[in-house]
Structures are given as structure tokens and as C-alpha cells.
């Protein structure tokens, strides 16, 4: 299959090219990425779908810099990822990228304001009065900032996720199926408020997720097969997005 | 359930090393010890040697129970002599005295004759200078010796020599008598063939027939029996009680950690009865599995401590282990007890998890605070507060163990509420913390409550139990050296070097040396004092004379001193005088240890602090007069005015040596003294901390082992938010320092407690001398310290190295 040219706005917010990944060695090796070149867009929702086992989480992780590829160079938000050490990165990431996940990964010793707060502390600042107030309004949770994370029902810990990704103003939200943990309903309201990030806010978001709803809100859906991008699709709807899905996984 | 608890071991053995590692420590402590004391206490395993050829031996005895040996009665003797079927009766009267190097009891040559063995060369000791010696002395007949005796330095010739080695060397009998005293040691009887043993002597005396006989002789080993038996004591208490605490601590963290467990248990319908008994289950296999690994590693153990014991001069040298059921039983049980105590609160609280609680899981700990801490530190509290009036009612000596009882207790209450008192004591801090790590770090201290407090009680019970028994300690026997230094007004102070003590012809040689104005010699002794109710009280009480004024400061608060030159005159305390009431006038009742009871009437009451610690003066005339004769062990030497100090302790100094005794400037003597009895406090005390930090170590390494996986998911939340490894490290480094500060401030407050209540306690002794041995204590912290560190910082490695991906929890 030939990999589709990608497309290039004057300046992407992810660029990556040439990257490869194997997990494991010897006979157990997986080859979870086989030379993939993408860009995601800035402004943009972007989702990354593909069969399990594809690598689609493999690509997020290294293009969030968590992961370290066997080749392959990866540009995030106009740093080079490679030569940076973990700590640099951390800091890249603290700054510059927020993350969602499923398991929502909050803090469960520290109160939702400081979790949101987290980067921030962290960055060594103090919150400026009302900041983490409005991060926690602007998902609709103000007032929960005094609870524990075990408090909150899964879509709003995952809510108080996605204020502590925005806190501090990423230039890119990395979500790993963000709605895997939720019921539908709440589902929609996470992926409703990641839309609105883009549209109202100027953000970036890219999505990994096997859910061809969830994909459906994004404005581009890159596919991912074996290791290697397998198209891509535009205004995506739930159908195209389904009958791509289907189409890669009776492909020999 | 049992099945279950079995496969829940096996699945979470993490967790349960910890509980079984300290619950070994433990029973194989508790082994080593019960083997040690059982081998310590099984006095000798050998037959009579002394009475071997005696039917029967009579001896005195302070009462049933009691090790000590008395005088025999002089009544009881005059009675066995004309008694029926007594064929002889042969009163042994014992002295001590030094020759060829080492220490002899001197006897009548009349029971030579009962003793194992007889004459292999020469004949008894007919003349008044002659001796007779056991082969092993290497002494032959004819031969002349130097032997130091309590009338002064002697020269004797060998008039015979007899088999074996037992340490008797045998004069004629009225030599002994003039050594000894009036004192009967004990009656070796020969009976008519089939004639019963004499009875009906009465309750202070014993009655030894067959192997019993060996009771007769004296335990060269007695003293170093009794320190032997009181460490090992202390020590296998404090294991068993740290073992308890570790194990309570321990189940108690695994079963707040399981409560998810355990509600999906009670969910799939286990009733709490169920789930009570299969925690209870866990312990009991816990603790059976330490039970038999514990005794085995115990009896192993057993033979190096019995070396170390022997060497440290805690035992006796012929201290032999060896392989006795009852010991390792009873530690096995200990074992098993312990785990079953420890488990208790536990399993009561596993059985109240509700079947709801499945549903939801909270890393955040809000009810740690549960009745049984309340309860608990509440019933402790009041344990301390109770004992510290007992403590202020009593002498320094007893009062020093009530000071360690509200040492523990306040100790044990502290811990208990450190879920409450360390966020309080640590709010502060956290209002100042204006980093960000810092603040994280210190937000995990008060919102893991459970996790700080398993961290904080062993470094809190550690620091403070070194801190505050050592500072207690130290201040009690420094301010009683200030005490004694300021007390004695002599300027030079002789004191003897064996048992012999200060020979009759050294003491009145001292009173001719030039420069010296006064020679007062005294002697300690231990006496028993029947205090009505409260049963039998064993006082220290000090033999000297009407002079002793002239030697040391001794305010009166009735009487004069003058009497005590007297036969049968007393002078006490006036702590004494109001406990027994023995006001000047009225008639005390004593036992001293080495003698018959003695009823003398009091002369003097004299100030508490200036007694050094005694309870009564007894008149010397009172040890000579019915109690046996007692040489002085130390002689307090007043200077004239103008004589020169130096050439006064010179000459004394060489009179002293030529009669086995040593001499010395006062001051000198005293410091001596007390680091003498410092370095011994200090083992003791050192033993029992290093005891602790193994437990501390045990406790807080389990902790954060069992919490790791938690630990693991805040960590890699954290690394994914942005902390850099650095910041973790700090965050933890802050985290654990913040705790260990806190229970070292919770230890400085019990501390200071018990130093105010010692300070209580010796008010009135003289000058207080606050004294606390940073050096120990800061060790004790930093060992707490470095142990936490590690044990916090191991987890978090794998987070730290490693990007934050692959840790559980992300996919």
C-alpha cells in the first residue's frame, strides 16, 4: 500500500518522519511501527484509528514524547524530540502538551484544584487566583475543587483531566481513548468538549481511539495498519469512518 | 475460608513478608532468650561437692522463693545439735580471702571432711598459721603463701593439700570464726542409719538433702546471673512487644489495602463472621509458618548469644545451650499469640467492610482514626498520668522504673494518635511551604494518613524510647555523681579491689598516715525490709560509725549521729523514717542480706539526698554483733588542715596497695565510679534501641512494600503531569523527611516529659544535672531516617528511571 502524501499546513503542530518501533526482541519482536510519516495539524481535531495492534498507541506515545522510537525524527511544537533527555522532555511535555487518558491518571492523594493545579506547581508557580477556578468552570465542574478524585463520578475525573491538560495552555491534547472508560452519554460530553477546544479555544487535539463515533468528531481521521498509515480520511462521519475500519480489516 | 486465606497468602506474599519476617525476629529472639535464661537460671548440673558427704545441710533462707542465702538461726543451730537422729552437726562458717591470684573461701577444716575428695598430701591445719589447699592451687606441703585475709596480709605455710579444685582453702576452725564472725553459713549434719532429716526449724531455713545439697554452696555467679537474666528479660519483652505492634501494623495496613477484596468477598456473600475468621486464618498461618522458622533460627542463635552473654560477663562462663522443649514451645506460642493479638483489631475491621465499598475504591485515607486508637491512646494516656504520682512517691532507684513505664506509655499513646498529630504538627510547615514539590509532598503526608502513620509510629517509639531512657538515665546518674561529688567531704577515697575488702590492719593504718585527720570506713550492703502490704522492699543500707559526718555532708533533720557508735543503732532517710515510721526513738526492722535480722533503734534521720541513695546507716558494731563480719569496702580519708594533699594521697596510696586496696583523690574516684555504672546503663540501653530500629526497619520497609502498587500509579500520574525525575525524588525525599520530623518532634515532646518527671523525681537530691547523649540519639534518628529513605525511594526507582509509559495503570 503507498502511503498517501501528507498534507502540510505552513506549520504543523506534530510532524513525524520515518518512524520506527519494535517492541520486544527475537522472536517475540513486534514491529508496532514500520516507517510512518504524518503531520497533525494545528487548530485542528485530529483522531488516529486503526485495528488493535495496528500501533496507534505506539505513534501517540512517541509523538508525545513518551515513548523513544528507533528511528525516525519526530517535531513537536517546533522542537526536535530527539537528543532531548527525560528530563528535558518533561518538561517539553509539562509546558507544551497536555494529556488525557483513559484511566483519567489523577493524583488520588491531592484535591481536584491541585491536580489541576499539578503543572502548574510543578512548573514552580503558584496558580494566579481564579486560574484553576476557571480551568474547573470551563469544563463545567466549578465548585468541585475542595474533593478528592474518588469522589467524582469517571466523567467528571476525566473532565478534571482534561482542565489539568489546558491549564497550562498546550500547544498540543493528547487523548488515549479518552471515552473508553465512560458510558455514552458521558462519552459524548468528554468528545463534545474536545471539539469545542478546537473550534471555540484554538487548540490542537489529536485522539487515539477504536471507536468510529468518537473518531467521527474529529476533522481528520488518519487510519493506521500494521505499523504503517493506511489512508486518511476528512469530515469524517460515523459511516465512512465504519466502512474504512472494515475495509482494512478484511484487507489481506 | 481457611483455602482462601491460604491462596490469599500465596498471592500477596509481599505484603506478608514483612509480618512474618518480624513475627520470626521475633520467636527466634524469644527462643534465643527463653534458651539463654533456662541455661542462665539451671544453676549447676553437677552433684554436691562441698556436702557430698553430709546426710543432710541446713541453711538459711530469707523466706520461700527467695535465691538469696542467709544465716542459719542461732537458735536452729544450738536446736540441730541435740536434735534426734543427728550424729554431728558441723557448723560452716565462710571468709573470704586472696592467695596466689585469685579469690578462696576460707572454711572450717571441720567440714574439710564432707567435701568430695580428700587429703592427697599432708595433714589438717593444725597450727592457727597453717592451710590446707585443693591440688589445683599447685601449692606442696611445706610450702609458705601470702594470703590476704580480713585482719590484714598473712603469711601461711601448706600443711596439706586435697584432691580436686573446688576454690576452699580450709584453716583450723577458730580461725575461720575470727574471720567470719558469728555468721553460720550452714550445718552439715550426719544423721543415724535411717533416721528422717530434722524438720520443724522453722521458715528461715531449708532442710537440703540428695542433690538439693548443691544449694548449699555459694553461686560464684550470682550477680552476673542476675544482670544475665534481667537483659535477656528486657529483651525478649521488647521483642515480643515490638513483634506485636509490627504485626498489628502490618495487618491492619493489608486489610485497609483489601477492602475492595474483601467487599467483593462480602458481596459474593461471606458473612463477617467469615471474613473475620479468614483474616484471623491468614495471621494463624502466618504465624505458625514463623513460629517453626523462628525457634529453628532461635536455637541456632542461641549458642553465639550464650558466647557473646559469657563474654560481656552476663553469664556465667560455663553458660551451656542446650536443646529444651519447653522454651521453644512456649516461644512458638508466643509467636502464634502474638499474631493472634496483632490480627485482632484487624479482623474486626475487615469483618465491618460493607459489600457497597466494592464499587468504589479511595486511595485517600479518612477514617484511620477508628475507636480502638481512641480508646487505646486514651487508656495509655491514662496509664502515664497514673503512674507519675507512684513515681514521685518513691526513692530514685524504683522511681526510675516507673519513669520507663510512662516513657512507654506515652510512647504507645503518641503512636496511636499520629493520624491525628502529625498533619497537625505539620500544618505549619505546609502553611510555609511555597515550592511546588514541597507542597505536593507534604499534600501525600497528610492525605496518605495511613501509609505516614505506619512511618511514623516505629521512628516515634524508636527515637524516643533511645532519647528519653537515655537522657533519663544519664541525668539520674549524673545528678547523683553531682550529688555524691558535692556530698563527700573527704579529700581521698580508698576503695577496695576484691571481696576481701578493706582489711582490719589498713583501716587503722590509714588513721596513722601523716595528714590524716579522720578514716571512716563504710560498707554497702542490701537489706530486706518488710513493708507490711506491700510485701518485702529490698533497701540498700550502709554500714558506718558516729564519724562518718567527718567525711561526708549529712543534714540531720532529728537525732544526733553520735549514737550510731552503739551496737544496734540506726541512723535512716527521711524518706524511710515516713514510710516505715521510724522516727529517733523508734525500733527498725532489717534484714541485711548477708546476716541475721537486726532491730535497731533509730538515732538519726537524716536528709534524703544526702543517704547517696541508702536507706539507713547501721552502726558497724550492728554488722559485727549479730549479723556476721563485715569488712568495709571504702574508706572516706579526712585531711588536717594544712597537710599536703599530694604527699597525704601518696602515702596512702602505697598503704592501700601493699593491702590489695586502691586509693584515690575523691573527685577522681567518683568519675570513675559512675562511668562505670554509666557504661553498663548504656548496654543495656543500647541493646534495647538496637532491638527497636530492627523492628522500625521491619515495620516501615513492609509499609511502603505493600503500598508500592498504589504508589506506583500517584507516581507515574505525577511523571505524566510533568514532574521531572528530580522532582519526584524531592517530592518523596520531602515526604519521608517531613514524617521522621514529625515523630522526632513527638519523641523531643515525650523526651522532655520524661525528663521533667526525672527532674520531679530528684528534686531535693541535690543540684539537677540535665544530661542528654546526643550522640546515641542522633544516631537513633539517623538510622530511622536513612531506613525511611530507602524504603520510600525503592519503589519510586522503576518510576524514575524509565519514561512514565510503562508503569501499571497506563495503556
Known amino acids: 500500500m503507498r502511503s498517501p502524501a501528507p498534507t502540510t499546513p505552513a506549520d504543523p503542530a506534530v510532524r513525524v518522519r520515518g518512524l520506527r518501533k519494535v517492541h520486544g526482541c527475537g522472536d517475540a519482536a513486534v514491529r508496532a511501527l514500520d516507517g510512518v510519516d504524518v503531520d497533525f495539524a494545528a487548530t485542528a481535531f485530529t483522531a488516529i484509528m486503526g485495528p ?64 489541576v493545579a499539578l503543572p502548574l506547581v510543578l512548573g514552580g508557580r503558584r496558580p494566579r487566583a481564579g486560574e484553576v477556578d476557571a480551568a474547573l468552570a470551563a469544563v463545567g465542574l466549578a465548585g468541585t475543587g475542595g474533593r478528592r478524585p474518588a469522589e467524582l463520578s469517571g466523567g467528571q475525573q476525566q473532565r478534571v483531566a482534561i482542565a489539568r491538560a489546558l491549564v497550562v495552555a498546550p500547544a498540543v491534547v493528547f487523548a488515549d481513548e479518552p471515552t473508553g472508560a465512560l458510558d455514552s452519554t458521558t462519552g459524548r460530553e468528554v468528545l463534545a468538549m474536545l471539539r469545542d477546544l478546537v473550534d471555540t479555544a484554538g487548540r490542537t487535539v489529536v485522539m487515539v481511539t477504536h471507536d468510529p463515533a468518537a473518531a467521527a468528531w474529529g476533522d481528520r481521521v488518519v487510519f493506521l495498519y500494521d505499523g504503517r ?23 489481506p | 475460608m481457611i483455602g482462601i486465606a491460604a491462596r490469599t497468602l500465596a498471592a500477596r506474599w509481599a505484603g506478608f513478608t514483612g509480618t512474618a519476617l518480624a513475627l520470626v525476629l521475633g520467636v527466634a529472639l524469644v527462643t534465643t532468650t527463653l534458651l539463654c535464661l533456662f541455661a542462665t537460671l539451671d544453676r549447676r548440673d553437677g552433684p554436691p561437692a562441698w556436702f557430698a558427704g553430709a546426710d543432710a545441710v541446713v541453711i538459711g533462707t530469707d523466706g520461700p522463693g527467695s535465691v538469696t542465702t542467709a544465716a542459719v538461726p542461732a537458735t536452729a543451730v544450738t536446736r540441730l545439735a541435740g536434735a534426734e537422729g543427728v550424729l554431728s552437726a558441723v557448723p560452716d562458717r565462710r571468709a573470704p580471702v586472696e592467695a596466689a591470684g585469685r579469690t578462696w573461701t576460707a572454711r572450717p577444716w571441720s567440714t574439710a571432711r564432707f567435701q568430695t575428695g580428700g587429703l592427697v598430701a599432708g595433714g589438717a591445719p593444725d597450727s592457727g598459721d597453717e592451710i590446707v589447699l585443693p591440688a589445683s592451687a599447685g601449692a606442696a606441703p611445706g610450702s609458705v603463701l601470702r594470703v590476704h585475709t580480713v585482719d590484714g596480709p598473712r603469711v601461711l605455710t601448706v600443711s596439706g593439700v586435697l584432691e580436686g579444685s573446688l576454690p576452699v582453702a580450709y584453716v583450723r576452725d577458730d580461725v575461720v570464726t575470727g574471720w567470719a564472725g558469728a555468721r553460720v553459713d550452714a550445718v552439715a549434719l550426719r544423721l543415724a542409719p535411717g533416721a528422717p532429716a530434722p524438720a520443724g526449724l522453722g521458715a528461715d531455713t531449708r532442710v537440703l538433702t540428695g542433690p538439693d545439697r548443691v544449694d548449699a554452696e555459694p553461686d560464684p555467679d550470682a550477680v552476673r546471673r542476675m544482670l544475665g537474666v534481667t537483659l535477656l528479660g528486657n529483651a525478649a519483652a521488647v521483642a515480643t512487644l515490638a513483634a506485636t505492634f509490627v504485626v498489628a501494623g502490618t495487618f491492619s495496613y493489608s486489610v485497609a489495602q483489601r477492602r475492595r477484596e474483601l467487599a467483593l468477598l462480602r458481596m459474593s456473600g461471606a458473612a463477617p463472621r467469615q471474613i473475620r475468621r479468614m483474616v484471623r486464618a491468614e495471621a494463624m498461618l502466618v504465624g505458625l509458618v514463623a513460629a517453626c522458622l523462628g525457634t529453628a533460627l532461635g536455637r541456632l542463635g542461641a549458642p553465639p548469644v550464650a558466647a557473646w552473654l559469657v563474654d560481656a560477663g552476663f553469664a556465667p562462663p560455663d553458660l551451656t545451650i542446650r536443646t529444651e522443649w519447653a522454651p521453644i514451645a512456649a516461644a512458638g506460642l508466643v509467636g502464634l499469640g502474638t499474631a493472634w493479638l496483632g490480627v485482632t483489631a484487624a479482623a474486626r475491621r475487615a469483618g465491618a467492610v460493607r459489600p457497597l465499598e466494592a464499587l468504589r475504591d479511595a486511595a485517600v485515607d479518612r477514617r484511620v482514626m477508628g475507636r480502638g486508637r481512641w480508646v487505646g491512646a486514651a487508656l495509655l494516656g491514662a496509664t502515664a498520668i497514673g503512674v507519675v504520682p507512684l513515681a514521685l512517691g518513691e526513692t530514685t532507684g524504683v522511681a526510675s522504673a516507673y519513669v520507663l513505664l510512662v516513657t512507654i506509655a506515652t510512647l504507645l499513646a503518641l503512636a496511636l494518635l499520629t493520624p491525628v498529630l502529625v498533619p497537625l504538627l505539620l500544618a505549619p510547615v505546609t502553611a510555609l511551604t511555597s515550592s511546588g514539590v514541597g507542597l505536593i509532598g507534604s499534600a501525600n503526608v497528610r492525605a496518605g494518613l495511613r501509609r505516614t502513620a505506619s512511618t511514623a509510629a516505629p521512628v516515634l517509639i524508636t527515637v524516643g524510647l533511645a532519647a528519653a531512657t537515655l537522657a533519663s538515665t544519664a541525668t539520674l546518674t549524673a545528678t547523683a555523681a553531682a550529688a555524691e561529688r558535692d556530698r563527700v567531704t573527704a579529700e581521698i577515697v580508698v576503695s577496695a579491689s576484691g571481696p576481701v575488702g578493706l582489711d582490719r590492719e589498713l583501716v587503722a593504718g590509714l588513721a596513722g598516715v601523716p595528714g590524716v585527720a579522720a578514716v571512716e570506713p563504710t560498707a554497702g550492703a542490701s537489706a530486706s525490709v518488710d513493708a507490711g502490704s506491700s510485701g518485702v522492699r529490698q533497701v540498700a543500707v550502709t554500714y558506718a560509725s558516729s564519724g562518718i559526718g567527718t567525711a561526708m555532708r549529712l543534714p540531720l533533720v532529728a537525732g544526733a549521729l553520735a549514737g550510731l557508735d552503739r551496737p544496734d543503732t540506726a541512723a535512716v532517710s527521711e524518706a524511710t523514717a515516713r514510710d516505715h515510721g521510724w522516727q529517733v526513738g523508734a525500733t527498725a526492722h532489717l534484714r541485711p542480706a548477708d546476716g541475721a535480722a537486726v532491730r535497731p533503734t533509730v538515732v538519726a534521720v537524716v536528709a534524703d539526698h544526702a543517704m547517696g541513695g541508702s536507706a539507713a546507716l547501721l552502726s558497724w558494731p550492728t554488722a559485727g554483733g549479730t549479723a556476721g563480719r563485715t569488712s568495709p569496702d571504702t574508706a572516706y580519708v579526712a585531711l588536717a588542715p594544712g597537710a599536703d594533699p ?26 570513675d565510679r559512675t562511668a562505670g555504672d554509666e557504661e553498663i546503663d548504656r548496654l ?96 537513633a534518628c539517623a538510622g530511622c531516617l536513612l531506613i525511611a529513605l530507602v524504603a520510600g525511594l525503592a519503589p519510586a526507582a522503576d518510576a524514575l528511571r524509565r519514561p512514565p509509559l510503562h508503569a501499571p495503570g497506563v495503556r
Open chain 1, 52 to 115: 488493535s495492534g495496528s500501533g496507534k498507541s505506539t505513534l501517540l506515545h512517541c509523538a508525545a514524547g513518551l515513548d523513544d522510537p528507533d528511528a525516525g525524527d519526530v517535531r513537536l511544537a517546533g522542537t526536535d524530540l530527539a537528543g532531548l533527555d527525560e528530563t528535558a522532555r518533561t518538561l517539553l511535555r509539562r509546558d507544551r502538551v497536555g494529556f488525557v487518558f483513559q484511566s483519567f491518571n489523577l493524583v488520588e492523594s491531592l484535591t481536584v484544584a491541585m491536580n
Open chain 2, 646 to 671: 599530694a604527699a597525704a594521697l601518696r602515702a596512702v596510696g602505697a598503704l592501700a596497695t601493699a593491702h590489695g586496696a586502691t586509693a584515690g583523690a575523691t573527685g577522681d574516684v567518683l568519675a
Open chain 1, 229 to 251: 498509515v493506511a489512508g486518511e480520511l476528512t469530515a469524517p462521519t460515523v459511516e465512512t469512518v465504519t466502512a474504512r475500519l472494515s475495509a482494512l480489516e478484511s484487507a
Open chain 2, 684 to 779: 543495656a540501653v543500647l541493646s534495647v534501641i538496637g532491638l527497636t530500629i530492627t523492628y522500625t526497619a521491619i515495620s516501615i520497609a513492609t509499609t511502603f512494600v505493600m503500598s508500592t502498587a498504589a504508589r506506583r500509579r500517584e507516581l507515574t500520574a505525577l511523571r505524566l503531569t510533568g514532574a521531572t525525575p528530580l522532582q519526584l525524588t524531592t517530592m518523596i525525599v520531602v515526604e519521608v523527611g517531613l514524617v521522621v520530623l514529625a515523630a522526632v518532634a513527638l519523641a523531643g515532646l515525650t523526651t522532655a516529659v520524661v525528663l521533667a518527671l526525672t527532674a520531679a523525681v530528684l528534686a531535693g537530691t541535690g543540684p539537677l544535672v540535665l544530661s542528654v547523649p546526643w550522640g546515641p540519639v542522633a544516631l
